[in-house]
C-alpha cells in the first residue's frame, strides 16, 4: 500500500520542517522528488538524505511568489503526478498591528504561491491524464486564532483554492485536496520561541503544546503521513476534502 513508485512530485518548502518531512517520506515510497526551496543549500540537504538511503530527488531553487520562477521548476519535470504545496510563512499580530508589509508577504507567499503553483502545474497535469495536489491549509482557517490575521487570511484562501480546483479540474482526473495542521514541532517554532520569549523558550513550549487537547505539537513526520495517504491510489476516491490534523484542536478545544 501506498506505494509512490514512478511518480514525480513536486514539493514546496522540501528544504525544513513539513515540506522537508513531506519529501523524505514520499522519497521512501519510490517517487522521484523534486525538492523546491527559496533556500537552495537546504533543498540540496534534503537532497542528500534521500540520496543517502537509495531515493531519487532533485534540488531547485525558487521563489514560489514569482510565477516565472515555478514556471521554470514545473518545465523541468517530465510528467507532473503529485504537487504538495508546503512553502509557507507566518505572522503574529491583529489587523491593528499588521502593517500593509506584513500583509503583502503573507499574500503573496502563502495564497500567490500556491496559486503560482497551481497555475504551472495543472495544464500538465490536463495534458498527462491527471494528478494529485495536496495545499497546506491551517486550523486558522477553520477557527479563530488570537493575533493571527493575515495568516489566517491566507489560509481561508488556500481552501477556498483547494475547493474551486477541485470542482473545475474533477473531470481531467486531478484531485485536489488540503490538510489543516494545528501546531506542529518545527524549525520555525523553536526560532519563534527564541525570539520572542529568550530565557522562557521551554517554558512557552509547554504552554503552546497544550493548547491541543492532546497534550502536545504534532511532529512533522504526522504530517507527512496523512499526506503520503491523499498522494497515494488508496485515495483515489477523495477530492475536495479539507482534513484537520490538529490533535482535537477544532472539535474539543472547548
Known amino acids: 500500500m501506498f506505494s509512490l513508485k514512478e511518480k514525480n512530485a513536486v514539493i514546496t518548502g522540501a528544504g525544513s520542517g513539513i515540506g ?96 503560482n503553483s497551481l497555475y504551472a502545474a495543472v495544464p500538465l497535469m490536463k495534458k498527462s491524464g491527471g494528478g494529485v495536489i495536496v495545499n497546506m491549509s491551517s486550523i486558522a482557517a477553520l477557527v479563530g486564532i488570537p493575533d493571527r490575521f493575515a495568516y489566517s487570511m491566507t489560509k481561508g484562501a488556500v481552501t477556498a483554492m483547494t475547493l474551486s480546483v477541485a470542482k473545475d479540474y474533477i473531470k481531467d482526473g486531478i484531485r485536489c485536496n488540503c490538510i489543516s495542521p494545528a501546531r506542529v514541532h518545527t524549525p520555525f517554532v523553536d526560532g519563534f520561541l527564541k525570539k520572542n520569549y529568550p530565557g522562557k523558550e521551554q517554558e512557552m513550549f509547554e504552554k503552546l503544546s497544550k493548547t491541543q487537547p492532546i497534550g502536545r505539537m504534532a511532529k512533522p513526520e504526522e504530517i507527512a503521513g496523512l499526506i503520503l495517504y491523499l498522494c497515494s491510489d488508496e485515495a483515489a476516491f477523495i477530492t475536495g476534502c479539507d482534513y484537520p490534523i490538529d490533535g482535537g484542536f477544532v472539535k474539543l478545544n472547548n
Do not use: C, M, W
Open 20 to 115: 522537508k518531512a513531506v519529501a523524505l517520506l514520499l522519497a521512501g515510497q519510490g517517487a522521484r522528488v523534486y525538492a523546491v526551496d527559496l533556500n537552495e543549500g537546504q533543498a540540496l540537504e534534503t537532497v542528500k538524505e534521500i540520496e543517502a538511503v537509495g531515493g531519487s530527488a532533485s534540488a531547485h531553487a525558487a521563489d514560489v511568489s514569482k510565477q516565472e520562477e515555478v514556471v521554470r521548476v514545473f518545465a523541468a519535470v517530465p510528467k507532473v503526478d503529485i504537487v504538495v504545496n508546503s512553502a509557507g510563512v507566518s505572522h503574529v499580530g491583529t489587523v491593528e498591528t499588521t502593517s500593509e508589509a506584513d500583509f503583502d508577504r503573507l499574500y503573496n507567499v502563502n495564497v500567490k504561491g500556491v496559486y
